[in-house]
């Protein structure tokens, strides 16, 4: 199959897998359900699916396992979204082309939609089918708590905050995308490898992996909201800059982003070579988010 | 041990299980850290702990392995309670005697604080030690989701929002309870009787305890708030009518829901019957329950 049919696909099977995990729309508390689809459904590229199963996919797994925790990290990820969007946050009205949570149904439910989400996430994660060991699916549910806490994507979250209107350094930048968008990266690609019952050696390749791909994902996301038009994000572009946040782009300027994001795309190839032709899927992805366009 | 030197031996315990479980406020990123610390530690009656305990007394579980447990459910409490005060719900601005989290630390902090809060419950849970078996962990762990999410607290929040200015009647303010406070409070009930190995049937008469014992704080939440001042209460007191908010009290009338609250002390207490001198610490504390004056 490939990449591209493999992709489709992988979204298609996703999008299946979030609308029968989230409660019906018809289920009290209805606006809140409701509210909960439309942050979820029918939008987003859907990165951390596909690295949980291109991950899955080193070790054979069968796409059924992966829908569990490709979920859980999307689930984690679009209430992130959420709560980000929020006026007290990044303010913002437009995301996956469509009006943001709060403007659609007000800043009470959108606050509750994001709570509802995340604790749907690990809902999802601890029902039945993810590892074949009980111990296993533990650790995998203690491995996305950690990627969604303090010391992950909130705490990430958390240094962005402060970070606005002050010159960090480029050490200062890499410790909060490893943390705001690399926590729950590593998570979607290690828990992928878990449900594929991968060993400690493996997992701690791919680790190494992660965080040269959520780098590399952020890198291209500072370069394309400074270089890219609305339409084509589908979300507010020209943010960073508006809101005075420092990034790749604003520390180093096009040209060095854009040469950073070829070497962390190469760094990242390398570590999947001992996986030989088991690493494809991961590999294409690779490609695939470091030209990504939108 | 009487009644009131165990329960200050189950806060004590709980504080430090908690001090513990939390980042320390030197651990990067600080603010956040601060106030995660300064919206779950030294405050609060620990009501959910305490049942936690009381119900793993009932299978006389070693406290030590009730410690996780009791923290996730304290955890996830302390953060529906910081989000509940932001502006764009209750905007309350004083909680347990102590400025609220977004009026000390900002709005944005407090949403954080609130997010990793959530994340830190499952965490906590998801470390070695609350059960025996790994496969009544994922049990646990699946119960505290269901507890937190859209079916549970959040969506009991979601009808509190909703019913501002409306006038329910009984049934659908009970179908709130069950959720908003209910939920929790039956999580904290089951998961102490799970971490104690508890069977089938033992779980089921729990579980119709905890229904009881989850209305009736609610019943007596409502009489405090209206009758009770903010100074005894350590929170905004006759904040309900203020808001305009259907309650046990506007329904049904002070005294009606005074015997209210006697029927369902009663009805809790008949479920523990079986249980003979096991239940005794849950006996005790549905009459501190019942009786509490803050």
Known sequence: MDFKTWMAEVQARTERALELSLPAATLAPRRLHEAMRYAVLGGGKRVRPLLCHAAGAVFATPADRLDAPACAVELIHAY???HDDLPCMDDDVLRRGKPTCHVEFGEATALLVGDA????AFEVLARPGPAADPARQV??????????????MAGGQAVDLDSVGKSLDLPDLEFMHLRKTGALIRASVLLGAHAGGADAPALERLAHFAN??????????????????TTTLGKTAGKDAAHDKPTYVSILGLVRARELAGELREEALATLEPFGAAGGRLTELTRYIAERSF
Chains 1, 2 share one sequence.
């Open 212 to 229: 040269r791909v959520g780098l590399l994902f952020q890198v291209v996301d500072d370069i394309l909201d400074a270089t890219a038009d």
């Open 139 to 152: 650790a995998m549910l203690a491995m996305l708590a950690q990627a969604a806490g303090s010391l992950g």
């Open 117 to 120: 989400l995340q604790a749907q």
């Open 80 to 82: 992130s979204l959420v």
